[in-house]
C-alpha cells in the first residue's frame, strides 16, 4: 500500500481534445437508460448522499476501450500492480444544479468470497470549468486527509483521473450550470 500512499491517483490533464467530450455527452444524452443518482446497495434513495442523473453506456462502446487504456496505464505508472480482470459499464453523469455525491468510497475492503472487488476508479471531466460551479472532484488521501493539490488541472476539461476504489472522493454540490462526467470501476481477485 506504499505505493497508495505515495500516488493516491494519477491524471492526464486535457488528454481529451473538446470534440471527443462534446460527442461523448451527445452520445451520452442520447443513452435510453437513464435514471436518478443517490441509491444504497439496499434499493433505498438517499439524496443527501448523492443527486443527479446517470446512465450507462454499453461495454462494446468506444468509450469503454477508451478508458481501459488509460486505467492499464496508471496501474503501471503509479506502481500500484493490482490484478484486475473485469470491468463494470462506464457511467455517464449528469450534476445539474445542487445535484452532488458526498464523500464516499467505491468499495468495500471486505466482500463475499468469490466476489471480484472494485481496485481502481476512472473519473473524466467532460465539461469545461467555465460551464458551471461547484461539482469540485475532491479526494482523500490513504490517510483520510483531503488533498488539495492539482484542484484546478482535475476540473480541466478532457482530463482524466484514476485512484484506488477504496480512496474517499467526492463530488461539491453544483451552484451554477452542468457538470458531466464519466465514471468506471475496475474489479479483480480478493487482495494477497
Not at 486505467?71 to 484486475?84: D, P, S
Not at 484546478?152 to 476539461?157: F, G
Not at 472522493?169 to 462526467?181: D, E, I, L
Request: hydrophobic letters at 35%; charged letters at 25%.
Amino acid at each position: 500500500m506504499k505505493s497508495v500512499a505515495d500516488i493516491p491517483f494519477y491524471f492526464w490533464d486535457k488528454v481529451l481534445p473538446d470534440e471527443a467530450c462534446d460527442l461523448i455527452i451527445q452520445e451520452g444524452l442520447a443513452l435510453d437508460n437513464f435514471k436518478s443518482a443517490g441509491v444504497n446497495s439496499d434499493n433505498t434513495k438517499d439524496p443527501d448522499l448523492r443527486q443527479g442523473s446517470i446512465a450507462w453506456f454499453s461495454k462494446e462502446s468506444q468509450v469503454d476501450a477508451l478508458l481501459k487504456s488509460y486505467v492499464g496505464t496508471a496501474n503501471i505508472e503509479a506502481k500500484w500492480n493490482y490484478l484486475i480482470s473485469q470491468s463494470e459499464q462506464v457511467q455517464f453523469s449528469i450534476y445539474g444544479l445542487q445535484s452532488r455525491y458526498g464523500w464516499h468510497r467505491d468499495t468495500d475492503v471486505k466482500l463475499e468470497e468469490g466476489v471480484a472487488i472494485r481496485k481502481l476508479s476512472v473519473s473524466v471531466q467532460l465539461s469545461h470549468p467555465d460551464d458551471y460551479e461547484g461539482g469540485d472532484f475532491e479526494i482523500k488521501n490513504f490517510f483520510g486527509y483531503k488533498l488539495n493539490n492539482n484542484k484546478k488541472e482535475l476540473r480541466n476539461r478532457g482530463t482524466i483521473i484514476v485512484f484506488p476504489s477504496f480512496l474517499e472522493h467526492q463530488v461539491t454540490p453544483v451552484t451554477k450550470g452542468t457538470r458531466y462526467s464519466l465514471v468506471q470501476w475496475y474489479s479483480g481477485p480478493d487482495w494477497r
